[in-house]
């Protein structure tokens, strides 16, 4: 079965400043996909970014950027010029392709505090 | 706004009853997944439908069951409740033969079992 690890429960930054979130994850297929979620205190998931694992190009969207490290299993979240309004738990998750259900398995999660 | 409503947004109820939670997908959407969040298991994935069929099942209980109608809105049962089923519930929606594979989540519905 496939597993999503976060090793950092907790983490500070401070305003403007970049951070870095770990994500490794186990998996024996091919074609999958991975994702970074944000779950502010008011509890919605909100989908930050995602990664085909069959693109080479490390994705990004505005202040976020991963880097992919698919030979290492590795999926780490850069968000650059950190805002207050980051400040939330994000969640690495995963979905294997092609098994006709693509249900997300999740890591435990990293409570991200940016400090003013 | 992900486009995903859940009813209620809050619930608590007793140990030993029954409680059902509603989701009303994107427009568009034909599968509905089922998400349990909760302090020592995280979250995890509960039951997939998808155009009304089971598509899929994860750790879900068997006094859990669910059900997509045909307007495409799927309702999440529990009975027998008892203290440990406190959690947050979320529905997600996707277009599963979609490109991106995105699953959008709904507010979610905090379950409190007294």
């Known amino acids: 079965a496939q597993t999503v690890t976060q090793s950092q429960p907790e983490m500070s930054v401070q305003e403007a400043e970049t951070v870095t979130l770990s994500c490794t994850y186990d998996?024996?297929?091919?074609?999958?996909?991975l994702f970074w979620y944000k779950q502010p205190p008011s509890r919605q998931m909100i989908l930050v970014i995602r990664?085909?694992?069959?693109?080479?190009q490390n994705a990004t969207e505005n202040r976020f950027s991963v880097n992919f490290q698919k030979a290492a299993k590795s999926f780490s979240l850069k968000i650059s010029d950190s805002q207050l309004g980051d400040t939330a738990m994000y969640f690495c998750?995963?979905?294997?392709?092609?098994?006709?259900?693509?249900?997300?398995?999740f890591g435990k999660g990293t409570k991200l505090s940016v400090i003013p | 706004d992900s486009g995903v409503t859940q009813t209620p947004k809050h619930l608590i109820t007793a140990t030993g009853q029954r409680v059902t939670l509603r989701c009303s997908p994107r427009?568009?959407?034909?599968?509905v997944y089922w998400y349990q969040q909760s302090l020592d298991q995280g979250l995890q994935f509960l039951i997939q439908?998808?155009?009304?069929?089971?598509?899929a099942k994860g750790n879900i209980l068997e006094r859990f069951s669910a059900q997509q109608f045909p307007d495409l809105h799927s309702e999440l049962n529990l009975s027998s409740l008892e203290l440990g089923d406190s959690a947050l519930y979320f529905c997600?929606?996707?277009?599963?033969?979609?490109?991106?594979?995105?699953?959008?989540f709904g507010p979610g519905t905090r379950l409190t079992v007294l």
């Open positions: 997600a929606s996707s277009v599963v033969s979609g490109r991106k594979n995105e699953q959008f």
């Open positions: 998996t024996s297929e091919n074609n999958y996909y």
């Open positions: 990664q085909e694992a069959y693109k080479q």
């Open positions: 998750a995963f979905i294997e392709s092609g098994a006709g259900s693509y249900q997300l398995t």
């Open positions: 427009s568009g959407d034909l599968s």
């Open positions: 439908y998808y155009n009304g069929e089971e598509r």
